[in-house]
């Protein structure tokens, strides 16, 4: 592995693909050239603070593969967002990508920062300087930012907004995630939610259980576990759990979703809210329950709950939440796994919808979007089901090897530049 990329995230993404080139026989030279980024930048980004010092702050932006097209991936603002982690995002996000047959490689972006504590002022100029740095790279027919953990589609406009500056023109194509006046799509700020809840219901009806007996726990409430619990109740499961950094809450009875969003949107802690017995994050994965979903951050799932967890399905909202060890602790128990590159694949798929808007100016109804959107999701969820029974093998190695085989493709077809 290069020395530079090292990181325990990195180190998952690599494992996982050796996992999957492997079951596949992947030929040596794809092996290889699959395994580290095609492209990575690193930028220092000077920032004047409201009190009139001057910061410096890390950016990265990592693009993965482009073969099949350009790079897409979301733009990360957290305190322990480095290069090796932004790496290993954007080989998720090719094998994600290749797996929803969306024509895209794979991107990733992010700032080393806790957005938390800056102004909407500085959040500005950091997210205009960050857009200025990595402008060389970005572009509608290069690769194209999106929204992930820390960043909002006000983030999302800032970074068009400089974009189109540059160009001198506007271009809504170059980032999707966008607020929906300047090219954003309907059906984003949901869409990642939503595609989890559809693959999930399609585990239930192959597992043969009922939405009316499912019950879900999810951790994290940003917008990807935020919109699942509120879709999944609104569905008829029975949301009994729900955290985010702080801890959770839980109510075996079912929880009032809608409004605790609203609450929690306004600054309400889960702590204050008495609608359920508060707990911490470790306790809230290990509840009894039909679904798990964890939607926060990677390597929640580890060698040290593993055993403990209490569920029948795990759905990976999150990127990466699940170490190589833990899952194969939960294979051996039998719990049915949906991989984050084809759960949390929702995200990707109608900002895909977005772009496609914003090329072709011509902008598509809430329910045509939802329709496509399931049935791009639920087809990928069979082909990988069936390719996972054909080669007795699990979802995740299954997803992998479909998404890898995809990109293999597209490099063979092309060769080997110069
Ligand atoms: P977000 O910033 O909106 O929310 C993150 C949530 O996780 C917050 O509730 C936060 O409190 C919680 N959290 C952070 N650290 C935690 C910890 N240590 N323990 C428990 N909870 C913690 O981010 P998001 O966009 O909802 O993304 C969540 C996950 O979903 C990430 O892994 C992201 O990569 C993945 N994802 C997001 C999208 C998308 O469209 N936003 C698409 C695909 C995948």
Redesign the pocket.
Known sequence: MIPEFDHPTYRLAVAQFDQAAEAMNLAPNLRERLKSPQRSLVVGLPIRMDDGQVRVFQGYRVQHDSARGPSKG?L?Y?QAVNLGEVAA?AMWMTWKTALAGLPYGGAKGGITVNPNTLSNTELERLTRRYAAEIFPLIGPDKDIP???????PQVMAWLMDTYSQQVGFSVPGAVT?KPLAIGGSLG?EE??GQGVVYVTLEALRKKGLALEDTTVVI????????HTAKIFSEAGARVIGV????G?IVNPKGLPIADIVQRHRHGVSFQDMNVGDFLT?DELLTLECTVLI?????E?ITVHNAERLRCRILSE?????TTLDADAILQDRGVFIIP?ILA?????IV?YFEWVQDVQRFFWKEDDIRERLHEIITAAFHRTLGFAEEKKTTMRIAALMSGIDQVAQAHTARGLYP
Do not use: C, E, K, W
């Not at 955290?243 to 702080?246: G, Q």
């Open positions: 979301g990360r957290h995002l999106a929204t992930d953990i820390g960043t909002t995630g984003r869409a990642t951790q994290g409430f940003g917008n990807v576990g935020s955290s985010d950094v702080t959770g994050n964890p939607a926060a951050i990677s929640q909202a999150a990127n990466g939440p984050d949390n694949a929702g995200g990707v900002s």
